[in-house]
């Protein structure tokens, strides 16, 4: 009998379908979401008389519920099939953010920002797993093209939201929004989603490899056949430790510095508001571009790529120091922002190439998990430094050592379910 099998060149459409639709997750369900809620703080504030703390801390309380279920996330993954959990995600951030259009107390404004912190970490989790089950070579490009939609939200979002509180309200403009995420995601999430290329007969490795080689590049040394050890079995060993402990870092020295350019830039030179603001938003649009620059390099370089990228972290804190003209503050911002990006990127490619796709719902969601603790916990002791000693000079000092030491860290990694690794 022949071969029953799909054809690569179908499997592969399978496999970029599968990074639209997390492109579009990550654009308008993740970051899109998120983008809109500091636009409508203060429309909020004043309609509903709350304070700018009880309203802002929609944002907190979703943040910090998404780093706590996100340690709970991968079980979730391996229990039931990607669908089952990934578009019940997604139809909770829709109708979490479709309900604020009812909201009349804060506790229900709480309320749904607890639901969307937990629907929206597994929606994170959800599109890395099933890129990190499609893509091996390639993982880094692919995810890289995939958190993109951040950018694209970042270019639309603002504006967007901005003219639906002159014309709508802060809450009707929340429903629309909730709409457009259950219709359009809900839909590629059923129509665009695969689950796993095994399930017609292929692995990640064979089709990425595959591709390698009708370019005319050399055939792999092995395919990854051996999927990698359970996820109880590694949880107690000093890499795995090492490796919890590198991405907890990683949120420090990367999302807790971001926090604190605007009011850097503004009080510690002579530069201003104005640009502050436009130094913030330049980090973020970078960022766009350093998720491909270093979706590229962890591609060819592995963990040692990702080690590079919080090298970079270090660098862009130490370059913070001399800002003071234009030159010094284009260098700053500009490498904040592509070191920024590849951190987005890095969770797929520490958990399928350090220990296989075996344990890889578990791992990406731990890794994600501790990020976001990190952010948080560096946003707080960075804060509470800058009070103590007045200034960003010894907060930043510390990033900067911590950053270079998780550098360190990264490059004591073995990323032996990696096609490019040559270790014993």
Same mark, same amino acid.
């Given at each position: 009998m022949g071969d029953t099998r799909p054809t690569l060149a179908k499997l592969r459409q399978y496999a970029w379908a599968n990074v639209v639709t997390g492109f579009l997750v990550w654009g308008i369900g993740l970051a899109g979401v998120s983008m809109m809620m500091p636009v409508m703080y203060s429309n909020i504030s004043q309609s509903m008389d709350w304070t700018v703390a009880q309203t802002t801390s929609f944002m907190v309380i979703k943040s910090a519920v998404s780093a706590v279920a996100g340690l709970f996330a991968g079980s979730l993954f391996v229990r039931f099939s990607l669908k089952q959990v990934l578009l019940p995600s997604v139809w909770a951030v829709g109708l979490s953010t479709l309900s604020l259009y009812f909201v009349n107390m804060l506790w229900e404004y709480y309320a749904l920002a607890v639901i969307s912190g937990i629907a929206s970490i597994l929606c994170l989790v959800g599109i890395q797993l099933t890129l990190a089950r499609w893509f091996e070579a390639s993982l880094g490009r692919a995810t890289g093209i995939a958190m993109m939609g951040g950018a694209a939200a970042g270019a639309v979002v603002p504006l967007a939201t901005n003219y639906g509180l002159e014309h709508y309200g802060w809450q009707a403009t929340c429903g629309i929004a909730g709409l457009v995420v259950? +219709?359009?995601?809900?839909?590629?999430?059923?129509?665009?989603?695969?689950?796993? @290329?095994?399930?017609?007969?292929?692995?990640a490795e064979e089709l990425d490899h595959a591709n390698a080689a009708a370019k005319g590049?050399?055939?792999? %040394?092995?395919?990854?056949?051996?999927?990698?050890?359970?996820?109880?079995?590694?949880?107690?060993? *000093? @890499?795995?430790?090492?490796?919890?402990?590198?991405?907890?870092f990683s949120g420090v020295i990367s999302n807790g510095i971001n926090e604190y350019i605007p009011l850097f830039i503004e009080h510690q030179t002579n530069l201003g508001s104005?640009?502050?603001?436009?130094?913030?938003? +330049?980090v973020l649009v970078l =960022?766009?571009?350093?998720?491909?620059?270093?979706?590229?390099?962890?591609?060819?370089?592995s963990t040692k790529g990702v080690a590079m990228c919080w090298a970079l972290c270090g660098i862009a804190v130490?370059?913070?120091? @001399? $800002? =003071?003209?234009?030159?010094?503050?284009?260098?700053?911002? $500009?490498?904040?922002?592509? =070191? #920024?990006?590849?951190?987005?990127?890095?969770? @797929? +490619?520490?958990?399928? #190439?350090?220990?296989?796709t075996r344990p890889i719902a578990q791992l990406i969601a731990i890794l994600n998990a501790t990020f976001h603790l990190g952010a948080a916990a560096g946003i707080g002791l960075i804060g509470l430094a800058v009070d103590w000693t007045g200034?960003?000079?010894?907060?930043?000092?510390?990033?900067?050592?911590l %950053?270079?030491? *998780? %550098?360190l860290i990264g490059l004591t990694f073995k990323p032996k379910y990696w096609s490019g690794y040559r270790g014993n």
């Amino acid at each position: 009998m022949g071969d029953t099998r799909p054809t690569l060149a179908k499997l592969r459409q399978y496999a970029w379908a599968n990074v639209v639709t997390g492109f579009l997750v990550w654009g308008i369900g993740l970051a899109g979401v998120s983008m809109m809620m500091p636009v409508m703080y203060s429309n909020i504030s004043q309609s509903m008389d709350w304070t700018v703390a009880q309203t802002t801390s929609f944002m907190v309380i979703k943040s910090a519920v998404s780093a706590v279920a996100g340690l709970f996330a991968g079980s979730l993954f391996v229990r039931f099939s990607l669908k089952q959990v990934l578009l019940p995600s997604v139809w909770a951030v829709g109708l979490s953010t479709l309900s604020l259009y009812f909201v009349n107390m804060l506790w229900e404004y709480y309320a749904l920002a607890v639901i969307s912190g937990i629907a929206s970490i597994l929606c994170l989790v959800g599109i890395q797993l099933t890129l990190a089950r499609w893509f091996e070579a390639s993982l880094g490009r692919a995810t890289g093209i995939a958190m993109m939609g951040g950018a694209a939200a970042g270019a639309v979002v603002p504006l967007a939201t901005n003219y639906g509180l002159e014309h709508y309200g802060w809450q009707a403009t929340c429903g629309i929004a909730g709409l457009v995420v259950l +219709i359009t995601l809900s839909l590629f999430v059923i129509f665009a989603v695969h689950e796993r @290329p095994e399930d017609y007969g292929y692995t990640a490795e064979e089709l990425d490899h595959a591709n390698a080689a009708a370019k005319g590049k050399a055939p792999p %040394a092995r395919l990854g056949s051996d999927p990698g050890p359970e996820f109880k079995d590694i949880l107690r060993t *000093t @890499p795995f430790i090492l490796l919890v402990l590198a991405t907890g870092f990683s949120g420090v020295i990367s999302n807790g510095i971001n926090e604190y350019i605007p009011l850097f830039i503004e009080h510690q030179t002579n530069l201003g508001s104005t640009m502050a603001a436009l130094g913030f938003t +330049i980090v973020l649009v970078l =960022s766009g571009l350093g998720k491909l620059v270093f979706g590229w390099l962890f591609d060819r370089f592995s963990t040692k790529g990702v080690a590079m990228c919080w090298a970079l972290c270090g660098i862009a804190v130490l370059l913070a120091f @001399p $800002v =003071s003209g234009l030159f010094t503050f284009a260098l700053f911002t $500009v490498v904040r922002g592509l =070191s #920024h990006g590849g951190i987005v990127v890095q969770a @797929p +490619i520490l958990g399928r #190439h350090i220990y296989g796709t075996r344990p890889i719902a578990q791992l990406i969601a731990i890794l994600n998990a501790t990020f976001h603790l990190g952010a948080a916990a560096g946003i707080g002791l960075i804060g509470l430094a800058v009070d103590w000693t007045g200034g960003f000079t010894v907060p930043f000092i510390f990033v900067t050592v911590l %950053a270079f030491i *998780t %550098a360190l860290i990264g490059l004591t990694f073995k990323p032996k379910y990696w096609s490019g690794y040559r270790g014993n």
